[in-house]
């Protein structure tokens, strides 16, 4: 039997939509936890995405422009 929750309550309908959820949730900490793959330092990963949104910005820029 499904039981319906409040919006106040919870952001899901049914608490069997949020056991899935937390089944989901939980089933993806473990597997970033289990991962084995070198970390990159915070610095890095912030310059990398600096680097992506100026990119961005500058194509979306030139085709602003061209049109």
């Known amino acids: 039997m499904k039981t319906v929750l409040s919006s106040i309550e919870s952001e899901f ?4 939509e949020a056991e899935a959820y937390e ?3 939980s089933a993806k900490v473990q597997e970033s936890l289990d991962d084995n793959s070198p970390l990159i330092p915070h610095d890095q ?3 990398e995405m ?3 949104i100026d990119t961005k910005r500058r194509e ?3 085709r602003t422009l061209a049109n």
């Open 45 to 47: 990963v912030m310059a």
């Open 13 to 16: 309908a049914t608490t069997e």
């Open 50 to 52: 600096q680097a992506l």
């Open 60 to 62: 979306h820029a030139a």
């Open 23 to 25: 089944r989901w949730f």
